[in-house]
């Protein structure tokens, strides 16, 4: 069975640019959570989709946001972007919302706003 | 706000030896510690967990100690390998919260 994918792996924008990132999850998983890391703040919560709706948002600007589709993939936008908002940005699928014993991380997509 | 604390930051510890890495946290309604191992390029992986109604769970090399009284638990990892060399979060749950992590242990193992 394939694991969580994410597109692109690598990424680099400007100040100001917006973004789009990609996730699909382990085939038959529902929920997608979105987690962003950093060397100071470490992981963070983004937001968290099951059945195409959020059920779960992260102390994040409104700059942040996602959407899940009906097959389960799910995209988080990161629009005027920042210096800040370099970091690596994880998803992770899980059956259910909160199934953290069964719940699979990708590789992630590490970004750069130069 | 930082609900679990973790430390230390890095740990290097000599082939053999024993890895501890703690963690503290503060919300009382936590039931369910998990603790993660990321190799470079990759994302987090379980690697155990958990749940306050016991003090020790040992899985393999692995070993988690929880002192609920503290708010305080801890990874230990025994005989440790240069392929143990990751880093490691702790985390944190309830059902009103979504996981929140430490800020991670960079574990180095040398021979």
């Known amino acids: 069975k394939a694991g969580v994918t994410q597109t692109p792996r690598y990424l680099i924008k400007t100040r100001g640019q917006q973004v789009t990132l990609s996730c699909s999850p382990i085939s038959g998983h529902r929920s997608v959570s979105w987690y962003q890391q950093t060397p100071g703040q470490g992981l963070q919560f983004l937001f968290e989709?099951?059945?195409?709706?959020?059920?779960n948002k992260g102390n994040f600007p409104g700059r942040f946001s996602g959407r899940q589709f009906s097959n389960s993939r799910s995209e988080m936008n990161v629009s005027t972007l920042e210096l800040g908002d370099s970091a690596l940005y994880l998803c992770?699928?899980?059956?259910?919302?909160?199934?953290?014993?069964?719940?699979?991380f990708g590789p992630g997509t590490r970004l750069t706003v130069l | 706000q930082q609900q679990v604390k973790q430390s230390p930051q890095s740990l290097i510890v000599q082939k053999g030896g024993i890895s501890i890495i703690n963690c503290a946290y503060e919300n009382t309604a936590f039931d369910y510690f998990p603790w993660y191992q990321q190799f470079p390029g990759k994302g987090p992986a379980l690697l155990i967990a958990i749940r306050p109604d016991v003090s020790e769970k040992k899985e393999g090399r692995f070993t988690i100690s929880f002192n609920k009284s503290a708010k305080q638990f801890s990874l230990h990892i025994m005989d440790s390998q240069p392929g143990d060399s990751a880093t490691y979060f702790c985390?944190?749950?309830?059902?009103?919260?979504?996981?929140?992590f430490g800020k991670g242990t960079r574990l180095s193992v040398i021979a």
């Open positions: 985390a944190a749950y309830s059902g009103n919260t979504p996981l929140v």
């Open positions: 992770a699928s899980s059956l259910q919302p909160r199934y953290y014993n069964e719940q699979f």
């Open positions: 989709y099951f059945s195409e709706t959020q059920r």
